[in-house]
Each structure stands twice: as C-alpha cells, then as structure tokens.
C-alpha cells in the first residue's frame, strides 16, 4: 500500500484560493484536475454573466421609478393627469364668486347748450361791439347767386331822425337807443335796411307789433347811390329778434313807383330783411360760444 491511497480522495475547490488547492498540500505526485477547472472557469462566467443581467433589469426598474416619481411630483400628487392637459386649468366652481358689490353710478347729464338767443334778448347780457361794418362786413354780399353791392352806412342814437312817417313815433315809444342804417344796390334797384336796437327783446317786439305799412326807415343814399324812395312808392318790411328790430325799404334808383310785377325789388328786400337776420342770430351763437368756453 502505497502513502496517498489510504484516505478519501480530494477534488479541486474553485471558490479556494490556489495555495489551499489539494495538489498544494505538499504532495509531489499530486496534479491539477484540468477538466474540473475548465468546468469551473465556464460556471462561473456564466454566473458573472446572469449577475450583470440581473443588475441591468433591477437598474432599469430603479430610473424608471425615479422617473415616475419626479412625474408625480411635479403633477402636485397623484390624482393630476398628465401635464398640459386642460384638466390643470381651474374649473368654474374653482374660480372665486363675484360676491362684491357691483360699482353703480349715479346718472349724469350735460348742461343744456346755452341759447344764443339769450345773448341779443336784452342790453345786460348782449355786449358784444356793435357797429355798421359789424353787422354788415364787407363791401357786397351774397344770397344765393345773387351779389349785392354794398353802399353809404350811418348810425345815430336818434332814432326817429332817421326814420318817417309813422315809425319815429313808435321808435320813440318803445326807447330806441339806437338806429343802424345801410343800403345795397343791384341793377337800378336800391334797398336800405334800418336795424333799430333796444334794451329788452319785449321792446323790440311792442314796435314790431305797433308799426303799420306806413312805417318805414329813411333810404339812405350817397357814394355812388342816387336819391331813392323819396315821393315814389316803394316796397318795406319790417321785422324783430331778440332786441333788435329790422326795417327795409326798397325800391328803383329812377324814381320809378313799385308795382306788384316787380320781383327784383321784392327778392332784394327778401333777401336784405334774410341777411340781417342771420347777423342778428350769428351775434347771439357768437357770444353764446364764447360764455360756453369760460
């Protein structure tokens, strides 16, 4: 019996470092089982290899949670869908309730505009300049297509000087402080307009109403105008607005009477007694409009 073969035989440990390897143990007829190694070498790479598989998955678990996590956590929790949906807009039984009181105004309106009118009513209110070139600027005017040329002016506080007939009386009565006078002419045909003023628009009107077909202004000629209306018939009006009364007197710088068929002299006095209107209101808007922008 040989030394060795007495006791168990002992196979080659893989997981042993080589020094604790059986043929290390001092035998000298002892050799490594080069089968048993390979087989162990192969296990254990096929081990190592399972090892990294399982670490990838278990990794790949371990980022996909954390990702679901900061998910969660920016959606504020997890009853939120997904980010960008309208669902993260509050709904309108979120929004707050108007409970307030609602503001109310209380209704304003603008001042009535101010009626020009009142401005020629009466001498305290109507103190705008006044004078013939004033009242009638320029030296014609026009009415449609028609141009008349302006003539001689005058003014006098003495009213019935320049008037006849029945009007110096009614003038007169009704305290006339005043009598502007201007004459136009057109085609042999001569009108004289007489604007008398006074201090109160009831004035004004009690000699409207007091003048009959006799009363009548003086014309009013020179610089150029022949003698008109003098012992001829002629054709007169007469008329009011606010203070002022108008007067025209209209007729053929001839001499020549005034009949019915004679439209000229008709439409010169129509048109004169329209224009001197339009100055006498245009007076008042002017100084209504200047009260308005104080």
Same mark, same amino acid.
């Given at each position: ?146 141009? +008349? ?34 004459? +136009? ?55 009011? +607005? ?53």
């Amino acid at each position: 019996m040989s030394f060795g073969q007495g006791g168990p035989q002992q196979q080659w440990d893989p997981w042993k470092p080589n020094n604790q390897q059986p043929w290390n143990s001092g035998g000298a007829d002892q050799s490594p089982d080069w089968a048993a190694l390979a087989d162990a070498s192969e296990a254990r790479a096929k081990r190592r290899r399972l090892l990294f598989i399982g670490g990838g998955a278990l990794a790949t678990v371990a980022i996909g949670a954390a990702v679901a996590v900061a998910v969660v956590s920016a959606n504020g929790g997890g009853d939120q869908t997904s980010p960008g949906t309208s669902s993260q807009l509050p709904g309108a039984a979120d929004l707050p309730s108007a409970t307030g009181t609602v503001p109310s105004f209380a209704p304003t309106s603008a001042p009535p505009p101010l009626d020009p009118k009142d401005f020629i009513a009466s001498a305290r209110k109507d103190k705008a300049p006044l004078s013939p070139d004033i009242l009638f600027p320029g030296t014609q005017l026009t009415m449609g297509e028609t141009v +008349y040329k302006k003539g001689p002016t005058a003014d006098t506080e003495n009213c019935a000087s320049a008037a006849k007939a029945t009007l110096p009386k009614v003038l007169t009565d009704n305290d006339c402080t005043r009598l502007i006078r201007v004459t +136009y002419t057109k085609d042999g045909v001569a009108v004289t307009v007489g604007v008398a003023v006074f201090g109160t628009e009831a004035q004004a009107i009690g000699a409207k109403q007091q003048a009959d077909t006799k009363s009548i202004v003086k014309s009013l000629s020179g610089g150029g105008v022949k003698d008109f209306c003098v012992g001829a018939v002629c054709r007169s009006t007469t008329n009011s +607005y606010g203070r002022y009364a108008y007067f025209t007197l209209a007729g053929f710088t001839n001499g020549e009477d005034v009949t019915p068929k004679d439209t000229a002299v008709f439409s010169t006095g129509d048109d004169l007694q329209e224009f001197t209107f339009r100055q006498i209101r245009r007076r008042g808007e002017a100084q209504a409009s200047a009260a308005a922008n104080e």
